[in-house]
Every structure is written in C-alpha cells, then in structure tokens.
C-alpha cells in the first residue's frame, strides 16, 4: 500500500446524482427540484447507515453551488465542485452532531449562519446524525429553521428519525432512503472488483452484499478488506465467511447432520475440530443458530425468495432442502429454542468449552426426543 491510498467507498463515492445505487424515488425527486429551482431551505435524509444519506448530500451540495449550477450535472471541476470533493468546502459546513454535541458548539455555528456565501450560491448545512443533537441545540436549530436567511440550505440526516422533534421534521423536505437490495450492492461490488482487478466469485460478493444488510459502505469497506486477498487467488465466500469470523455452510452442514441423526459422538467430533481451528463456544452456536433459522425458512417459505431470506446460494438451497425434509417445523423450533439457552449460559459460564460440549449432546438428542 502507498501512503496515498484512498480507501475504496471513498474512492467510488458517487459524485453525481445518476451515480448513486438505488434509491430511485429520491434521485427522480431531486433532480426535478434542482431543474425546475424549486429548492427548499431544510432536506430532512432518513434511512438505514450506509444507504446513501451523507452522499447525497453532498451531491446536492455540488449541484447547488457548482459554477454552472443549479444543475444535476455539476462539472466536478470548478472551484466550488472541487472544495466539495477534497471534504474542504468554505460554503459547505459538516456537522456530526454524534460528536459535536455540546450546546455551545452548536449554537455558536449556527449564530454564523448569518454570513453570506463566500464563493457558492448557497450557504449549506449538512448534519449528520441531527437526531443526537441535545435539545437545546434542537432548539437554536429551530429557531434558525422558522425563519431561515436567504441562501442558506440545511440537509439533516438521521438513522432515527422517530427522534427528530416534529417541529423540526414539519419544516423540512422528507426523504427516506431504503435498504440498497442485494443485486444492487453485488451489481456495484462487481463494478469495483472489475476496475481494482480483484478477482472474486459472485458467491462471495453475494455474502458481502448479504452481511451488510443493505448498507452500501459497510459493503465496499469489507471488499476493501479481502482485496488484499485477491491478488494471489480468486477470493471465495469461504474467505468472506474467515474475514468475518463465520462458520463455513458446510462444516455447518455436517453438524447439523449428527444432530437431526441424532448421532451426538459424531457431533462431538466434528464440534471440537470447528473448536480447535480456533472458533469461540459463543461463536459457534450463534452460527448454528443461523443455519437452524435457514432451515426453518427454506421448509416454511417460497422457493423463489429463499435465496435473498437466507443468503444461501442455490446449491447451499439444495442441501437445506434435503435436510427439511427429515424434521418438523416444530422440532426445528425446538431446536432453536435450545441453542437460545445455551448461548444465554455459555455467555454466564467460566467453563465455556463444557457447556458448548454439554449443549451439543443435548442437541444431538433432541429429535429422538420430540418426534
Ligand atoms: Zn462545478
């Protein structure tokens, strides 16, 4: 690595609106607003981490003060553009309301509010997590937000909105941005791998994709991550499964075996060797768990949705498939119910490996029990 490396989410951070992954709604939204100049003073972004919030809005920033602007194809080139790009705006101010918290910090930023833009059209606020603002600072921002100097734009954006005051929500413009599907994150995930020359398989971008439960950035930081990997071989899911501390499918596979055969001397064996090659009693059950929640879903629900409820792949599918038929929803049920105690004692008890052994022969003798 040189020193200038630039982390991947950030050097693939969309720097226009027909940029950004998903989130349709929004951009047809805002690229009417910005074309028609219809711009409101306060954007209020909410959504899950990692869907886009903080992205956007500095693509709006872009768009609003951009030389040419307003437009929804800011040149990127231009002082204002380019401010933006290098995080050093003069007309752009970040807040992250996480850490910056104390009232009079807040207050004394918005007490500048007043002064006009230096170089840009707009005087812009972004504040991120506006939600841990305490309420005094609430308060300034409202009072600021009831009557708003000309040419200043604030965009807040919070991951909890039903924190937000009302009277602060009522004066902004609402967007809520949606979890980025599956496809979308793999579509892009291929994207990158294609222009970083990492060689990876689609399994193993779908259980990135599928780990980051819809988040764009946590997605890319994890490809980030294994790219290192990739430069010798093709990274595999097993390697994703490594990087994250999971279990393989299929050593998962054969556990759950001994245990629907009711074979516990077997499941012994195989538990100690996953227990040897380094993984925590807690660890291994909450992957079991996992695999046991799969298995409920695979004999409970449609088969065209399997794939995006489990995170499995087809072949993956296939083996569940075989395996639902030999148990009953309410003994797979059961079973989880279990793994729930032992996790809950695992996590009270010194001895942790005794009470993942004790667990498992209890599993293991589980079906005989409740057929
Ligand atoms: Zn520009």
Not at 44 to 73: E, Q, V, Y
Not at 190 to 206: C, H, P, T, V, W
Not at 247 to 255: Q, R, V, Y
């Amino acid at each position: 690595m040189s020193g200038n490396y630039v982390p991947l989410y950030r050097k693939y951070r969309p720097q226009t609106l027909d940029k950004l992954v998903g989130q349709e709604h929004i951009k047809k939204t805002l690229t009417s607003a910005i074309e028609l100049g219809k711009i409101a003073h306060a954007f209020l972004f909410t959504g899950p981490r990692g869907t886009g919030k903080t992205s956007t809005a500095r693509i709006l920033a872009k768009s609003l003060n951009c030389k040419n602007g307003p437009t929804i194809h800011p040149c990127g080139e231009c002082e204002s553009c380019r401010d933006i790009t290098n995080s050093v705006p003069i007309d752009v101010i970040e807040i992250d309301a996480a850490s910056n918290r104390k009232v009079e910090d807040t207050q004394s930023i918005l007490e500048k509010i007043q002064y006009v833009p230096v170089n840009g059209r707009y005087k812009i606020y972004i504040i991120d997590e506006v939600h841990m603002l305490t309420n005094h600072a609430f308060n300034a921002l409202l009072k600021t937000l009831e009557e708003p100097p000309e040419n200043v734009i604030f965009i807040l954006a919070t991951t909890e909105v039903h924190k937000v005051l009302d009277t602060i929500k009522s004066r902004c413009q609402r967007f809520d941005f949606r979890r980025i599907t599956t496809d979308d994150i793999v579509k892009h995930l291929r994207y990158i791998s294609d222009e970083e020359k990492i060689n990876i398989s689609d399994d193993a971008l779908f259980t990135i994709a599928k780990n980051s439960a819809g988040g764009m950035r946590d997605s890319i930081s994890l490809l980030d991550q294994l790219s290192l990997l990739g430069v010798s071989k093709q990274v595999t899911s097993e390697d994703v499964n490594a990087v994250l501390g999971r279990i393989s499918f299929d050593i998962l596979n054969k556990l759950s075996s001994k245990i629907i055969d009711a074979k516990p001397n077997e499941a012994i064996e195989i538990l100690n060797d996953i227990y040897n090659s380094g993984n925590e009693p807690l660890q291994i059950l909450t992957n079991l768990s996992e695999y046991f929640k799969n298995l409920l879903i695979v004999k409970n629900c449609r088969k065209e949705l399997l794939c995006e409820l489990t995170g499995l792949n087809e072949p993956q599918i296939e083996e569940l498939s075989k395996q639902k038929e030999l148990l009953e929803t309410h003994q797979i049920v059961f079973l989880l119910e279990r793994i729930t105690y032992y996790i809950k004692e695992v996590k009270m008890a010194s001895n942790q490996h005794l009470w993942l052994e004790v667990g498992m022969i209890d599993l293991a003798n589980m079906t005989e029990n409740t057929t």
